[in-house]
């Protein structure tokens, strides 16, 4: 089977740097580059971090790429763990990736192009703010004809929001440039916090990512310095990694399940942010959205800790809850 070609679009972040090590790790994915957003914390700091993600892997050859710096309209906020900036030497080690000098909203646009020519277009895997991928949509439209899909983490529905009680953080940070991904007409696949919080990585599996050499062990460090239980809100121990799942949804779709509906975006007011999904046709909208609803929890485990141990020596690794390469 031919891989799928794709682009991160992504403000790391410790889930996204899961999700670049997941696809770094899988045979079934050319990463073709990473389009750098601000989010999680400023753009200097998400450039630094895509920077020693991909060091850890020696790929050198996925180019990583700055784009948008804050949001199209509304103030700038930041995530949870803003404070964090940069991941530090202690959890990252420093490596030799430097940005391209070509800006990620170029990049895009340029990739997408060259997509279209080809007719093999490509995906967009959007873990961030969608701030670059609507700056490419509004400035050059033809640039749909090169995108087959947008596999997207965000949004909320009946799990409601984590960084306000309604909005998930990636469409809370930039809700006009969603509303614009999200009625361009490009088939998108969503991964609302309704279905991520539905696997929770406790810290045995963290302990497992040390089988993945260098990235692995970063990638432990990572999710054992910043607690993400909240027992409360999950009934039970341990915490999600959200972004991870787009690339676990092109490897193995059929670890999940989901409907085609019509997601409308708020982009104004006290509920800014706020995602609403039509399921059962009360607006008479056409679908616009893939939103997926369910996932097998173990399935997808194994999945991203066997992905993340083909980093380090194992062979033909196999790891505890696991799927068999």
């Known amino acids: ?24 790790g899988s045979p079934e994915v050319d990463l073709l580059g ?16 895509a920077c020693k993600i991909v ?53 895009l646009v340029r990739s997408t192009r060259a997509a279209a020519a080809a007719n093999d277009p490509i995906t967009i895997c959007a873990i961030g703010p969608l ?12 640039v749909a004809r090169g995108i087959r899909r947008i596999v997207s983490m965000g949004g909320a529905f009946t799990a409601l929001g984590h960084r306000t009680p309604w909005a998930e953080f990636n469409l809370l940070a930039d809700p006009h440039a969603a509303d614009i991904v999200y009625h361009s007409g490009v088939p998108i696949v969503m991964m609302p916090l309704d279905v991520t919080l539905q696997a929770l990585f406790t810290e045995q599996h963290f302990v497992a990512f040390r089988r993945g050499g260098a990235a692995g062990q970063a990638l432990c460090n990572l999710f054992t310095t910043f607690d993400r239980s909240d ?27 989901g409907c085609d509906t019509y997601v409308g975006v708020e982009v104004a ?18 679908a616009n959205a893939t939103v997926i609803t369910e996932v097998d929890e173990t399935g997808f485990i194994g999945l991203l800790l066997d992905r993340i141990a083909r980093h380090g020596d194992t062979e033909n690794a196999e790891i505890a809850g696991g799927v068999k390469a």
Do not use: C
Not at 1 to 16: F, L, Q, S, T, W
Not at 248 to 255: E, S
Not at 269 to 286: I, N, P, Q, S
């Open 131 to 142: 701030t670059n991928i609507a700056l490419a949509l509004i400035q050059h439209p033809d």
């Open 269 to 286: 007011g006290v509920t800014m942010g706020y995602t609403y999904a039509d399921f059962h046709d009360k607006l008479g909208r056409a």
């Open 231 to 257: 027992i409360a809100r999950f009934g039970r121990p341990g915490g999600p990694i959200h972004d991870a799942m787009t690339i676990a949804w092109l490897i193995r779709p059929g670890l999940f399940k």
């Open 1 to 24: 089977m031919k891989p799928h070609r794709i682009i991160i679009d992504a403000d790391p972040g410790v889930d996204d740097a899961a999700a670049i090590l997941m696809a770094l």
């Open 55 to 107: 060091a850890l892997t020696g790929r050198g050859d996925v180019p990583v790429h700055a784009g948008a710096a804050g949001p199209l309209v509304r103030d700038q906020v930041y995530g949870k763990y803003a404070h964090i900036g940069a991941f530090n030497d202690s959890l990252v080690p420093a490596g030799d990736v430097v940005p391209s000098a070509e800006n990620a909203v170029q990049f």
């Open 34 to 49: 990473l389009s750098i957003v601000a989010g999680n914390v400023p753009l200097e700091a998400t450039v630094a971090n």
